[in-house]
Every structure is written in C-alpha cells, then in structure tokens.
C-alpha cells in the first residue's frame, strides 16, 4: 500500500549523529570498564572491542545499505518484511524492540544507582527488598519523575529529543575527553605491562570472549537511524555513512576508555577498587590523573548524561518500531497512529510506562532484562543481515544510493558474525555468555507474548494483518512528477488523431497483475490512472480517517439497515464508503480519459457507452507466485492472503451489484495475465482499445 510519509522531516545530520553515537556511549564505559579489564587484561579489552566492533560494523554496513534504498520508519521491520515476509519481520521486529525497551527500563534504575555515587544518602524510606537488593523511596520517585520527563520530550517532538541529546552527548565527550588527556599525560606504560593479559573467566581465550560478549549491549544504538528515517532530513547515501561514522566513533571512544583506565592505573589499583563500594574504576582513574576527588565527580555526572542519553534514543527507537508494526496491523492498529506533534504517541506512551514501572523492581531483577535486551538485538542483527544477503539476489535492481562494495562478503561476515553472537547467548560454554534461567523466563515470556499478537492480530486483521506500507518519499514523488509530465508531453504531442473521451474499466483476481497491466495502458495512452486516489478522494469526501475507510472499504460483511460497528459515530460506514466511492468514480470518469482499477467501476459506469469493461485472472497458482514475489511472503501466507482478499472483494461486489464479480456478462473482455505476460497483456489489450475506440495512429514524418 502507498502512502506520503506521516512524518515531518525535522532532523538534520548532526541530530541523527548524536542520537546514535550518544547511545551506544551511554554509561556503560563509567561503570563496567573495571570488569572489562580484570576479565580480560588490557589487550583482552581491546581484543574483545575490536572483535564486538567487528561485529557491529558488519552488521551497521548491511543497515547502512537498506536504509539508503528504504528509508521508512520501522528499519528492521521493513528490511526483513521486503526479504522475508510478514512473519519474518514480525519476528525480527518483536525482538528489537525487546533491546529497546528493556534497556529503557533498566536506565529507569540505573540513575538512581548512579546518584547514590554523588549523594551516599539518597536512599530513604526503606518500602521492600527484590532480590537481595533494597528498594526505597526516593530511588522510585527519581525514576519515575526521569521516566515522565523523558516520556514527555519524545512526545513533543524528534527535533525536542535530538537537541536534548546533542546536549547531553556533549557533556560526555567532555568527560571522557578529560579521562583520555588525563590519563595521557600522567600515566605510565608500566601499568600496561602488569595486566596485558588475565584469565578471569577461566583460559586466555575465554575472557577475551566473555567481553566479547557484553559489546552488543555496548553498541546498540546505530540501529536508532533508521528506526526514525522518515523524520531525516538528509540525503539517504548521507545517511548510510553516518551510521558507520557512529560506529567508527563508539569503537573508537571504548578502545581509548581501556587505554586510559589501564594507562593511569595498576592492575592492583584497579582490583582493590573493584573491592570498594562503589566499584567505579574509571572515576578513580580520572582522580589519579588530575589528583583531585573532584574529577571523579564530573566524570560520574558525564556518566549520568549517558543514561540518558541512551534512554532517550531507546525509547524513541523503541516506540518507532512498535509504530511500524501497528501500521502493518501486527499489534493493536492504536500504536500506528500519530499524535499531534508528529510523533507515534500510543507508543511512546507505552515505552514510557515500562520505564515508569521498572523502579519498582530494583536493578538486581533488571539486570536479567538487559543480558535478554542484548540477545534480543543479536538476533534481529542475524535478521538484517539475512535480509541483506536476501534483497541482493532478489532485488539487484533496487535504488541503493549507498551501495555497499563486496555486497557478497559483506553479507556473510554480517551473518557469520551476528550468528556466532547469538549462538554465544544460548550454548553454555567457558567462553559464552549463555543466559541464565532467569533471563531465559524473560526471554520466553517476551515471546509468549508475541505469539498472542501474532494470533491475536491475524484473526483481527485479516488480510491486513502484515500490509506492506510503501511510503512516497520525497525524491519518489519528484520522478512520478516527472513521469506524469513526460506522459502530458507525449499526449500534447497527439499520438493518436482524432481521440474521442474513453474509459476502461479493469477487474481482476488478487496476484493477476490487474493494476500493473492497467497503469501500464494508462501510461501507453497518457492518461489518467485511479486506484489508490480513490481512497484518497474518499477520505476527502467524508472527512473520516483514513485508516477507516481503507477498513470499511475491504470489509467484506457489509450490513444493510442501520450498521453502528464502527461505532455510532460512524454509522453505516461502509456504506457510506461505497455510496462516495459511485460518486467520485463517475467524477473522475467525466473529468477526462481514465483507467479505474476495481471498485465495481463496471458496474457504476453501466449506463455510459464510452466505457470498456475489462477482466484480469489468472491461475490460482501462478496469482499466489506473483504474490509471494511481490511481497516477500511465504506459500502459506500469499495463499492466505490471497484467499481473504478474494472472499472480501467477491462479497462486496455481489452486495452492490447482485451479480458474480468474474461474470461475463458484465464485462467486455477477459485475459488471462499468466498466458503471455503481463506485458504483453498490456500490449494486447491496447490494440484491442484502439479497436473499439477507432483510433487512428499519427503517422510520423519519414526521416530526411
């Protein structure tokens, strides 16, 4: 299904930058670099950094790629929907949006964690414990007042949420630039040589993997970009690079943390400081370098700054994805609409509220929230990356202003990599980071939880269950202009001579071809061509939204007498639908020459003689091979699809006109696509239409 983009284009390139370089920064690098390195060593670190960053670039280059040649808010879920189909990007999207989400609520705890380092007294009033850990009070008024802050900027706006992040982003780089100079000047490379290497996690090997392992929690945040691709205002092959320059960046900024911290610090300063309370080496590291307790407090309010800097392009991600699957109808269609500020605010307000009852829970439970975020991330990784691999060999001749070189290698690594991530969260090994059984219960409930979606919005969608929404960007609306004027150029040219006023009217069975092969006539013929401006002009006409009327007008048991399913608001909707739907057809059929796709348009211009009523079928087969082509579907679900769409369209036709919608006696002509193409069935019947209108070809001038 077509449609112009809902969205206002309000983020330039710097915006995007910092919203995908500030989450994958976050904070993670002020509180786990002291388990990085007496996991690992130094080298260990930067082993597993480069081997996660490996990774991530891989991955990031395949994102990069898809969302220059599809631009459209959901990323993964349209990646894998135009390679997969409706279940594989279910699946694809359902668990992005786990990382996202679930990474949102446990920075709903790890800020009041983080202020207990500034102010030891925070916590008061004792409530109850969860999992050996106290809750208290403060920490859950703390959270929550963030949680509604942060709720409230994305609800006011992308463009509100990237200058809040450009903010905060900054004041990390400043922190963590201090801890990088700092270090730099007054460290010593003997406290290198002491801990190039531990074996914390078993053997050599090990540790490096066991860090390994917590990088896709590191590097999530890229994947933000194209969540939010229709609110770019920058061209798409910009876009792609800018995804990877976030990448190179955030490599970049953790391979440096490591340096510093091991650069300033002993292993054994380190170890005594993992033993503290706080366990923050890299606030030490920063106190050592500039000899003051001050600095570790800047580098603890820069850590600050990363909470919510990830918690702000997390749940603008996550809420983006939850939009993409409500307008494709597979959760509840409420999460696909927008509110007024352009921003999808079902969504927003549902990321919002997890984050609002995760303080309630302590941070010892959401930790297992995060080791399932991660697994979560990689395995909608191994789906983009599948995609990828997919779109290249099915679609070589898709728009790609950022292609990617060695597509072939590329696409494996991605996969390579993204698939032996994943495999490190499910087998328990040595060197894995296998997920526990409380993180399996997460996970499994998680999608337990999808599989009721799954079922749920199947049987209320029907056929619209996993539509596949086509947005008109701006340069596709610049070529179809383009299109239609070189189409006014050829008619004003006069390619036929005496033209009299003609309409055609084409039926057809869903997967023939019907609207390709008359849009391929109207074109031939340079004029008018109506099937989604129906609905359009529909909407117009009824002022009603438009997701109503795309319902009312595929719904298949239209009532008689007084109908209030829609609600007594709309009464009679469907009916209402087709009664506007007489008028504006015998509009457009008045106004000029036109080709109408469907809608009983036979039947509504009966009484006219310029008409020519045409039929497109096919073989059932061939339709469901056309379907699953053009969709990316599975056998079952073209079939599927295919069926509810058929049933419906044959309901509605024998409601307005008493007759079959395939009978003979209602049209003029009938062909079967699949016979010799849809091209060439489209050249048939123009000569048949030059036939019955009595057009004569203008002969063109001999060449000299």
């Known amino acids: 299904m077509e449609q112009k983009s809902k969205f206002d284009k309000v983020m330039g390139a710097w915006d995007i930058l910092v919203i995908a370089f500030g989450a994958m920064i976050g904070w993670g690098w002020v509180i786990n670099s002291g388990d990085w390195i007496t996991t690992a060593g130094f080298a260990g670190s930067i082993m597993a950094m480069l081997i996660g960053g490996l990774m991530v670039i891989f991955v990031g280059l395949t994102y990069a790629e898809l969302t220059s040649a599809m631009p459209q808010c959901g990323g993964e879920h349209i990646f894998s929907y135009r390679a997969m189909g ?89 922190a963590g630039i201090l801890l990088v100079v700092g270090s730099a000047i007054n460290g010593d490379m003997s406290n290198i040589s002491g801990q190039v290497w531990e074996s914390g996690a078993g053997t050599t090997v090990s540790s490096v993997f066991k860090v390994a392992c917590m990088t896709p929690f590191l590097f999530i945040g890229f994947d933000v970009i194209p969540q939010a691709a229709e609110e770019i205002n920058v061209p798409y092959k910009k876009v792609g690079r800018i995804m990877l320059l976030s990448i190179f960046l955030a490599v970049l900024w953790y391979l440096l943390i490591v340096f510093a911290v091991c650069y300033i610090m002993p292993d054994s300063a380190i170890a005594a400081e993992m033993g503290a309370q706080n366990g923050l080496v890299t606030a030490k590291a920063i106190e050592l370098a500039f000899h003051t307790p001050v600095m570790g407090k800047v580098l603890i309010i820069g850590g600050l700054c990363g909470i919510v800097t990830s918690w702000n392009s997390f749940l603008m991600g996550g809420s983006r994805a939850l939009y993409s699957m409500g307008e494709s109808r597979m959760i509840p269609k409420r999460f696909g609409e927008l509110g007024k500020f352009k921003t999808p605010k079902d969504a927003i307000l549902l990321c919002g509220l997890a984050c609002c009852i995760a303080p309630f829970f302590g941070r010892s439970v959401l930790v297992w929230l995060v080791d399932a975020a991660s697994f979560g991330c990689v395995i909608a990784y191994l789906f983009v990356s599948i995609s990828f691999c997919i779109l290249r060999k099915k679609r070589p001749d898709m728009a790609r202003p950022y292609k990617v070189k060695a597509g072939k290698f590329v696409g494996a690594m ?12 499910i087998v328990p090994a040595s060197f894995s980071a296998a997920l526990v059984w409380q993180e399996w219960v997460v996970v499994g409930t998680w999608l337990a939880l999808g599989v009721f979606f799954y079922c749920y919005s199947r049987k209320k969608y029907g056929a619209e269950f996993g539509r596949d929404i086509f947005v008109i960007t701006d340069d596709t609306k610049e070529k179809a202009d383009a299109d239609k004027e070189a189409i006014s150029i050829v008619s004003a040219k006069e390619k036929y001579t005496g033209r009299k006023h003609f309409v055609i009217t084409v039926g057809c069975e869903y997967g023939s071809g019907g609207p390709e092969i008359g849009r391929m006539i109207a074109e031939h013929f340079g004029i008018e061509y109506y099937d989604r401006d129906l609905v359009d002009k529909v909407v117009a006409e009824l002022g009603v939204d438009e997701d109503l009327v795309r319902e009312a007008d595929n719904r298949k048991d239209v009532r008689y007498g007084f109908d209030t399913s829609y609600g007594v608001r709309y009464a009679n909707l469907s009916n209402r639908v087709i009664d506007a739907q007489f008028k504006v057809i015998r509009e ?105 209108f009595d057009m004569e070809k203008k002969a063109l001038p001999k060449e000299a």
């Open 414 to 425: 991605a996969v390579i990599m993204a698939g032996f991530m994943t495999l490190l969260y």
């Open 86 to 174: 409706a279940t594989g990007s279910f699946i694809c999207t359902w668990m992005i949006i786990l990382g996202y989400v679930a990474t949102s609520a446990f920075e709903a705890t790890a800020l009041p964690t983080v202020i207990t380092y500034l102010f030891p007294d925070f916590n008061q009033v004792y409530l109850y414990t969860v999992a050996g850990r106290d809750i208290y009070l403060t920490t859950i008024v703390l959270g929550v007042a963030v949680a509604i802050f942060i709720t409230a900027i994305n609800l006011a706006g992308a463009k509100t949420a990237a200058i809040l992040q450009t903010v905060l982003t900054a004041a990390i780089a400043i």
């Open 588 to 692: 457009f059929a008045e106004k000029s020459s036109c080709v109408i796709i469907g809608r009983s348009s036979d039947y509504i211009l009966r009484d006219r003689t310029d008409v020519m009523n045409v039929f497109i079928y096919a073989p059932e087969e061939d339709e469901v091979k056309n379907i699953m082509k053009s969709e990316g579907l599975s056998e079952q679900e073209a079939r599927s699809k295919r069926s509810l769409i058929e049933k419906a369209q044959h309901a509605r036709h024998l409601y307005i006109t008493g007759t079959e919608r395939g009978d003979r006696r209602s049209r003029d002509i009938m062909v079967n696509s699949s016979m010799i193409g849809w091209e060439e069935t489209a050249d048939y019947l123009i000569s048949v239409i030059e036939r019955r």
